[in-house]
Nanobody
Framework: VQLQACGGGLVQAGESLTLSCVAS????????VGWFRQTPGKEREFVAA????????DSSDSVKGRFTISRDNAKNTVYLKMSSLKPEDTAIYYC????????????????????WGQGTLVTVSS
């Protein structure tokens, strides 16, 4: 599967932004998808993940209550709606996908994924 992340940009603190991850897979609902982010000198960290069916989700404590992950399998797209953005949310955001036989699996570690998008930069100014 190939992934393309988009929607990044420059926003002010408190504003919202929605990222999209479009996949090339024919059976997209068989793929668990996650969002991760990375800043220079730091490891890539988990942000949010969603099962293939869309019925199961998880997110990191740092974004819980502010970021919402969702998917539209008919459009082969996963979204990350980011609200109440903070300067510390500034990072390159990557989406990742991995095929799973069960559509209720949520994956929260980088090692669980075998396909990655190119990343989209989100900059939050104070």
């Amino acid at each position: 599967v190939q992934l393309q992340a988009c929607g990044g940009g420059l926003v002010q603190a408190g504003e919202s932004l929605t990222l999209s991850c479009v996949a090339s897979a024919r059976t997209f609902r068989s793929y668990a998808v996650g969002w991760f982010r990375q800043t220079p000198g730091k490891e890539r960290e988990f942000v949010a993940a969603i099962s293939g069916s869309g019925g199961y989700k998880d997110s990191s404590d740092s974004v819980k209550g502010r970021f919402t992950i969702s998917r539209d399998n008919a459009k082969n797209t996963v979204y990350l709606k980011m609200s109440s953005l903070k300067p510390e949310d500034t990072a390159i955001y990557y989406c990742a996908a991995s095929w799973r036989i069960h559509s209720n699996v949520v994956l929260t570690t980088t090692g669980a994924y075998n396909a990655w998008g190119q990343g989209t930069l989100v900059t939050v100014s104070s």
